[in-house]
């Protein structure tokens, strides 16, 4: 048991830094083309469209710069961090976050802003430590409640990096159960999936699986597609602890088969493999099969692409 809670932790700065979102406060910005550059960027983002929205918040930094405005180059330079997260490219994002810090006329909340995407970043690069020095002051002055829930993941997922578990457990008390429930979806699924890495490491995997299921409904309706098709993942691994293969393999197949209706065919198959190893232990040849099958498919249009 011990071993798989040590396994899920290994992902819990994947899922972490997956689930960010934009500024707290919409701009009151007059600039059009800059206007223009962050409206794309934020319908790119919506799509699920990162590097698109990456390269439109990146035009809008870029324009922020020509306008010699740092509260337009804070904004662009979060939300950019956003995309770029997801695209594993934690360190450019980093860089954006500490160039726009670096300006003197950022407000005290955008610069809130900013520590809270820097504190993301580096949880992203593996750098708990830097995580919690950033968040330590940040969390001691006033903030918004989106930013506030923003810097208590950050913070809670740098304690089970380092396996301070009751620490994480004291960070993420930091907001009532009330306050969570009024923050976004996508953060509310951030921290049903560390509720979920918290009772794995505590052997409690019945618990575990509860939290996941529950992340996998918010990712839902949040609209966060791969999001909530690696939460299936989880959710199988979580099954498979609770000596439930039957579960654990409709788990992987329903994660498969969202991550290849998007286009994400290799991370497809990484699920289907995982799937099969428990059909096959259930004994379920209908599982195996149909898993197989998709597998066939998504190695056929490899080849066809090729």
């Known amino acids: 048991m011990k071993r798989m809670a040590i396994g899920v932790l290994g992902v819990a700065l994947v899922a972490l830094v997956a689930a960010g979102c934009a500024t707290t406060r919409p701009p009151q910005f007059s600039d059009e083309v800059w206007i223009s550059h962050v409206t794309t ?9 990162f590097r698109r929205g990456a390269d439109a918040f990146g035009r809008a930094q870029s324009r922020a710069r020509a306008l010699d405005d740092a509260e337009a180059l804070a904004v662009a ?32 909340a955008r610069r809130q802003e900013l520590q809270a995407a820097g504190a993301r970043a580096e949880l992203a690069l593996g750098q708990p430590e830097a995580v919690l020095a950033r968040t330590e002051e940040l969390l001691k002055e006033k903030l918004a409640p989106r930013v506030q829930g923003q810097a208590l993941l950050a913070r809670a997922g740098a304690e089970l990096a380092l396996m301070d578990v009751s620490a994480a457990e004291r960070t993420l008390a930091g907001l009532s159960l009330a306050a969570w429930r009024r923050l976004p979806g996508s953060l509310r699924a951030e921290r049903a999936e560390l509720e979920a890495r918290l009772a794995a490491i505590l052997e409690a995997p019945d618990s575990a699986l509860a939290w996941q299921q529950r992340a996998i409904e918010l990712w839902r309706e949040a609209g966060r597609l791969p999001e909530m098709a690696r939460a299936l993942a989880a ?67 490899k080849r066809l692409e090729e």
């Open 77 to 108: 330079s979060v939300d950019r961090a956003v995309c770029l997260l997801q695209l594993g490219r934690a360190a450019e994002a980093l860089g954006g976050v500490e160039e726009a810090l670096a300006e003197g006329g950022v407000s005290g």
């Open 41 to 49: 960027g934020r319908g790119c983002f919506a799509r699920g469209d």
């Open 235 to 301: 959710a199988g691994r979580y099954a498979r602890a609770t000596g439930n293969p039957t579960l654990a393999s409709d788990c992987f197949w329903r994660s498969a088969r969202s991550l290849w209706a998007q286009g994400l065919a290799e991370d497809a198959a990484a699920m289907l493999e995982e799937g099969r190893i428990c059909a096959a232990f259930s004994q379920d040849e209908a599982a195996s099969q149909r898993m197989a099958d998709l597998l066939v498919t998504i190695r056929g249009e």
